[in-house]
């Protein structure tokens, strides 16, 4: 009997309570998520703070972390572009002996639109302003899809704002945090976007639905949808300016219609942030100082870059 | 205290905080965008294999507060609605805690095999949880495909923890 309370150690008597406290812990934990989970579905502003505090810590880790994945992303596209580069070459010529073309047309049209132009009196939009930003994480995931760029309010970018990348429109911008946004991508589940058939005017929405290729929806009955028609942005909600190129058109069934978006995902380490000056729907913007720059006369496209 | 008993000391704090800091730094390598078509879509779950790993062999370093911490990380990072990755984390967690004396000191083989009935349980979590949070069922084909990249990448990332263990931290179980 003495031999075995001799063996009772302070740490010993202690184990339950540890035990105990291990268990409340955890269930503590698990309560304290499924709380978050529900505030988070309520769209909370303390919720979305948190989030934006977080992501605006990490993003530097993020950004150094991204750049030898760049680098061994772009010496794999070198090698691969050497083996290529007399076909590309080839294309390349083809393609500028077109876009020459393309220019006088250009420069014919800017003429004749001007002077109509003249001859209506038109206020002419206010002019675009673009920052370029680069990706700092992917969230493509399977669930959620959007992505962080390395540019927030201290850039002036504003929620809402049209997100593009080598001419195909991406998104939009959800959130954002001091030096870096997230951008809600046009796949998401989430994402509305208003559009028209180029070819026919008619006014439609592509709706995200997860998958790689958007739904092409409330489409008027009588019109003549085909495979390969463009579809570019409308304007309409003031959420996205007119004119985006948002893809073409992949299938158009009697069921579904999907467009394939001009964007190519899998280079979209980069993107460029539109300011139109439009507002849209969207909650008021972030209390953020006016930039210097919208204030200045709209002459020529006004482009920034964040390395 | 003398420096030569500051640094051993030094030494071991910093050691007990590489499973933290790994699985932390998994959680955000996983949300790198990757120059590879269509990965990012079906990116591997890197920060469950450090997780698994951890918890298996270092339980005393990863306590309830950190792994929630991390799932909330991940939540922020991923723009999940908060709470998602800790909660399926924190299941995590309770399951291998369970099931841990089947799988510690076990042929690698067994290891291994524990990964790959916890992933899937931690993918059908993952769905269940944001198709009823997006209010909607959500297509569970590419969450299939990244289920089966991490269970077969598990190898490989289970390889790079094993020497961060030797290196700074040592073998000896809590």
């Known amino acids: ?307 | 205290m003398n420096t030569l008993t500051v640094f051993p000391l030094m030494r071991r704090w910093l050691g007990n905080l590489v499973p933290v800091a790994t699985t932390f730094l998994f959680v955000l390598i996983g949300q790198l965008p990757l120059p590879v078509p269509l990965l990012s879509d079906v990116a591997p779950a890197f920060a469950l294999i450090s997780l698994y790993y951890w918890i298996v062999f270092r339980p005393d370093l990863m306590p309830y507060a950190a792994v929630f911490g991390l799932g909330i990380v991940q939540d922020a990072v991923a723009g999940a609605p908060f709470g998602l990755y800790a909660l399926v984390y924190l299941l995590v967690q309770a399951l291998v805690l369970n099931q841990r004396r089947f799988i510690a000191g076990k042929p690698f083989w067994v290891f291994w095999s524990g990964f790959a009935m916890v992933a899937p349980v931690a993918a059908l979590a993952t769905w269940m949880l944001a198709s009823l949070l997006r209010g909607t069922l959500l297509a569970p084909g590419t969450a299939f495909v990244a289920l089966v990249m991490t269970i077969i990448l598990f190898p490989a990332i289970a390889w790079l923890l094993v020497h961060a263990q030797r290196r700074f931290i040592g073998m000896v179980e809590a």
Not at chain 1, 161 to 167: D, F, L
Request: aromatic share 6%; proline share 6%; net charge neutral.
């Open chain 1, 1 to 307: 009997m003495a031999k075995r309370s001799a063996k009772v150690t302070v740490a010993g008597l202690t184990v339950p309570f540890r035990v105990w406290a291990q268990r409340f812990a955890f269930l503590g934990f698990v309560g304290l998520s499924f709380a978050l989970m529900l505030l988070s579905k309520a769209e909370t502003a303390g919720i979305e703070r948190m989030r934006l505090a977080i992501v605006d810590t990490v993003s530097p880790i993020l950004f150094v972390l991204s750049q030898p994945v760049q680098a061994v992303g772009q010496a794999v596209d070198g090698v691969e572009n050497f083996f290529v580069v007399c076909d590309q070459n080839r294309q390349l010529r083809e393609e500028n002996a077109r876009l020459v073309q393309w220019v006088q047309e250009a420069r014919r049209l800017g003429v004749e639109n001007a002077t109509l132009r003249a001859q209506l009196e038109y206020v002419p939009d206010k002019r675009s302003q673009f920052l370029t930003a680069r990706v700092v994480a992917d969230t493509g995931g399977t669930f959620f899809h959007s992505l962080l760029i390395n540019a927030g309010s201290r850039q002036f970018i504003r929620r809402g704002q049209a997100v593009i990348w080598q001419g195909g429109l991406i998104g939009r911008i959800a959130e954002v945090g001091q030096r870096t946004s997230r951008v809600l991508l046009m796949t998401d589940i989430n994402s509305r976007i208003p559009v028209v058939v180029e070819s026919t005017g008619d006014r439609a929405i592509v709706r995200g639905d997860n998958s790689t290729r958007p739904v092409l929806q409330f489409l008027p009955d009588n019109s003549p949808i085909s495979p390969g028609d463009r579809i570019v942005t409308s304007g309409h909600g003031g959420v996205y300016p007119p004119g985006l190129a948002v893809g073409v058109v992949a299938e158009a069934s009697d069921t579904v219609i999907t467009v394939q978006p001009f964007v190519d995902w899998s280079i979209l380490n980069q993107a460029v942030i539109l300011d139109y000056g439009v507002d849209g729907i969207l909650p008021a913007p972030e209390q953020v100082p006016i930039s210097p720059s919208r204030s200045q006369p709209d002459t020529e496209p006004n482009t920034r870059v964040v390395q």
